[in-house]
Protein backbone atom coordinates (compact mmCIF):
# COMPACT_ATOMS: atom_id res chain seq x y z
CA UNK A 1 0.00 0.00 0.00
CA UNK A 2 1.69 3.52 -0.79
CA UNK A 3 1.43 6.08 1.70
CA UNK A 4 0.41 9.56 0.67
CA UNK A 5 2.26 12.79 2.65
CA UNK A 6 -0.62 14.69 3.45
CA UNK A 7 2.01 17.63 4.42
CA UNK A 8 3.32 17.75 0.85
CA UNK A 9 0.02 17.85 -0.88
CA UNK A 10 -1.10 20.41 1.85
CA UNK A 11 1.57 22.54 0.85
CA UNK A 12 1.02 22.39 -2.86
CA UNK A 13 -2.38 23.38 -2.53
CA UNK A 14 -1.22 26.49 -0.73
CA UNK A 15 1.27 27.13 -3.43
CA UNK A 16 -1.17 27.00 -5.93
CA UNK A 17 -3.46 29.44 -4.25
CA UNK A 18 -0.94 31.97 -3.62
CA UNK A 19 0.06 31.46 -7.18
CA UNK A 20 -3.18 31.96 -8.93
CA UNK A 21 -3.96 34.87 -6.06
CA UNK A 22 -1.15 36.70 -7.04
CA UNK A 23 -1.72 36.66 -10.79
CA UNK A 24 -5.20 38.12 -11.04
CA UNK A 25 -4.16 41.24 -9.22
CA UNK A 26 -4.40 44.28 -11.55
CA UNK A 27 -5.58 47.61 -11.13
CA UNK A 28 -5.25 50.23 -8.80
CA UNK A 29 -7.68 50.69 -5.50
CA UNK A 30 -7.63 54.39 -6.40
CA UNK A 31 -9.45 53.60 -9.69
CA UNK A 32 -12.18 51.76 -8.56
CA UNK A 33 -14.04 54.65 -7.10
CA UNK A 34 -16.82 56.60 -9.02
CA UNK A 35 -15.93 58.88 -11.09
CA UNK A 36 -16.29 62.81 -11.07
CA UNK A 37 -15.83 65.60 -13.09
CA UNK A 38 -12.41 66.08 -11.83
CA UNK A 39 -11.33 63.08 -13.13
CA UNK A 40 -12.08 63.62 -16.58
CA UNK A 41 -8.52 63.52 -18.71
CA UNK A 42 -8.05 66.99 -20.63
CA UNK A 43 -8.95 66.43 -24.28
CA UNK A 44 -5.34 66.60 -25.44
CA UNK A 45 -3.62 63.66 -24.00
CA UNK A 46 -3.40 60.89 -26.68
CA UNK A 47 -3.65 57.63 -25.13
CA UNK A 48 -2.80 54.23 -27.10
CA UNK A 49 -6.07 53.02 -28.04
CA UNK A 50 -5.61 49.72 -25.84
CA UNK A 51 -6.18 52.41 -22.97
CA UNK A 52 -9.93 53.06 -21.44
CA UNK A 53 -10.37 56.62 -21.02
CA UNK A 54 -12.94 56.71 -19.17
CA UNK A 55 -11.05 54.94 -16.26
CA UNK A 56 -9.05 58.25 -15.36
CA UNK A 57 -8.98 59.50 -12.27
CA UNK A 58 -6.96 62.46 -10.58
CA UNK A 59 -4.53 60.87 -8.20
CA UNK A 60 -3.38 64.06 -6.74
CA UNK A 61 -1.89 67.51 -7.85
CA UNK A 62 1.13 69.42 -6.44
CA UNK A 63 1.87 72.83 -7.79
CA UNK A 64 -1.02 72.70 -10.24
CA UNK A 65 0.55 69.59 -11.87
CA UNK A 66 -2.05 67.10 -12.11
CA UNK A 67 -1.75 63.61 -11.98
CA UNK A 68 -3.82 60.89 -13.55
CA UNK A 69 -4.33 57.16 -13.21
CA UNK A 70 -5.56 55.78 -16.26
CA UNK A 71 -5.72 51.58 -17.30
CA UNK A 72 -6.24 49.20 -19.81
CA UNK A 73 -9.66 47.18 -20.39
CA UNK A 74 -8.35 44.04 -18.69
CA UNK A 75 -6.71 46.58 -16.27
CA UNK A 76 -3.17 44.87 -16.53
CA UNK A 77 -1.64 47.75 -17.73
CA UNK A 78 -2.30 51.38 -16.15
CA UNK A 79 -0.58 54.37 -17.34
CA UNK A 80 0.29 57.88 -14.99
CA UNK A 81 -0.67 61.37 -17.27
CA UNK A 82 1.22 64.30 -16.02
CA UNK A 83 -0.56 66.94 -16.91
CA UNK A 84 1.25 70.98 -15.98
CA UNK A 85 -1.11 73.93 -15.93
CA UNK A 86 -1.44 76.06 -19.04
CA UNK A 87 -3.84 75.86 -22.31
CA UNK A 88 -1.46 73.56 -23.89
CA UNK A 89 0.08 71.74 -21.41
CA UNK A 90 3.34 69.30 -22.55
CA UNK A 91 2.00 65.88 -20.60
CA UNK A 92 3.77 62.94 -20.33
CA UNK A 93 2.35 59.89 -19.86
CA UNK A 94 4.14 56.58 -18.94
CA UNK A 95 2.75 53.29 -18.85
CA UNK A 96 3.79 49.87 -17.29
CA UNK A 97 2.24 46.58 -16.34
CA UNK A 98 0.22 46.40 -13.27
CA UNK A 99 0.05 43.12 -11.80
CA UNK A 100 2.72 43.60 -9.10
CA UNK A 101 2.69 46.03 -6.00
CA UNK A 102 6.40 48.00 -6.95
CA UNK A 103 7.07 50.61 -9.93
CA UNK A 104 4.25 50.51 -12.54
CA UNK A 105 6.07 53.76 -14.08
CA UNK A 106 8.75 56.21 -13.32
CA UNK A 107 8.53 58.88 -15.95
CA UNK A 108 10.72 62.63 -16.13
CA UNK A 109 9.29 65.67 -17.81
CA UNK A 110 12.16 68.58 -19.08
CA UNK A 111 8.78 71.22 -18.72
CA UNK A 112 7.65 70.69 -14.47
CA UNK A 113 11.66 70.04 -13.56
CA UNK A 114 9.51 66.54 -11.86
CA UNK A 115 9.94 63.22 -12.33
CA UNK A 116 7.22 61.00 -11.21
CA UNK A 117 6.74 56.93 -10.10
CA UNK A 118 3.34 55.07 -10.66
CA UNK A 119 3.52 52.79 -7.93
CA UNK A 120 1.10 49.73 -7.30
CA UNK A 121 -1.01 49.14 -4.16
CA UNK A 122 0.53 48.53 -0.78
CA UNK A 123 4.09 49.28 -2.28
CA UNK A 124 6.54 49.71 0.97
CA UNK A 125 7.62 53.68 -0.02
CA UNK A 126 10.18 53.41 3.06
CA UNK A 127 12.65 51.78 0.80
CA UNK A 128 12.74 54.45 -1.61
CA UNK A 129 15.78 56.53 -2.56
CA UNK A 130 15.89 59.69 -0.74
CA UNK A 131 14.65 62.62 -2.13
CA UNK A 132 11.49 61.10 -3.33
CA UNK A 133 8.38 62.80 -1.80
CA UNK A 134 5.01 60.66 -1.69
CA UNK A 135 1.88 62.99 -3.00
CA UNK A 136 -0.40 60.34 -3.34
CA UNK A 137 -0.88 56.29 -2.45
CA UNK A 138 0.67 55.98 -5.93
CA UNK A 139 2.20 58.90 -6.75
CA UNK A 140 5.82 59.52 -5.68
CA UNK A 141 7.69 62.79 -7.28
CA UNK A 142 10.97 64.61 -7.46
CA UNK A 143 12.51 67.71 -8.20
CA UNK A 144 15.11 67.39 -10.41
Known amino acids: MKRV???????AGIAVLLL??????AGLKALERTATPE???????????EMNRDSSRLLATQDG???FGIQSGDASTTCVAVVPPGEDPAWQVGCGDTRGSGEITKISSVNTQLST?????DFDTGKLEPGWTKIADN????AR
Do not use: R, W
Request: glycine share 6%.
Open 20 to 25: TGCSDQ
Open 139 to 142: ILIS
Open 5 to 11: SVPLFAA
Open 39 to 49: DTLPATVNLST
Open 65 to 67: VQF
Open 117 to 121: ILLGD
